[in-house]
Nanobody, 126 residues
Framework: QVQLVESGGGLVQAGGSLRLSCAAS????????TGWFRQAPGKEREFVAS????????TYADSVKGRFTISRDNAKNTVYLQMNSLKSEDTAVYYC???????????????????WGQGTQVSVSS
């Protein structure tokens, strides 16, 4: 069992930056791939970025490619999402998720992820 806690969200102006963190409990977290998803009001949850267990593979949604960077520190059981050049359309609740079944794959489907955090709000003002 893994518990995930996101932090780092907040209100930022367009063009600004935020870094989200996802802290995990459990010694097995380093053997899971991890993803970030987001959900805006009235919209479905969508994929943002994912990283394999040893960071050998990373995948990004086209909408964030070149602006967001996912990374992980397995010694700290933490995954990060650095978000630069933020836009108003990035406003959403951001969720961290862990995938124990495909550790070497940076999966994009939310159905591949078994463990979810409670989310952190990111609001970008234009």
């Amino acid at each position: 069992q893994v518990q995930l806690v996101e932090s780092g969200g907040g209100l930022v102006q367009a063009g600004g930056s935020l870094r989200l963190s996802c802290a995990a409990s459990g010694r097995t977290f380093s053997s899971y791939s991890t993803g970030w998803f987001r959900q805006a009001p009235g919209k479905e949850r969508e994929f943002v970025a994912s990283i394999s267990w040893r960071a050998g593979s990373r995948t990004y949604a086209d909408s964030v490619k070149g602006r967001f960077t996912i990374s992980r520190d397995n010694a700290k059981n933490t995954v990060y999402l650095q978000m630069n050049s933020l836009k108003s359309e990035d406003t959403a609740v951001y969720y961290c998720a862990a995938n124990p079944r495909l550790p070497k794959v940076a999966a994009t489907s939310l159905y591949d992820y078994d463990y979810w955090g409670q989310g952190t709000q990111v609001s970008v003002s234009s």
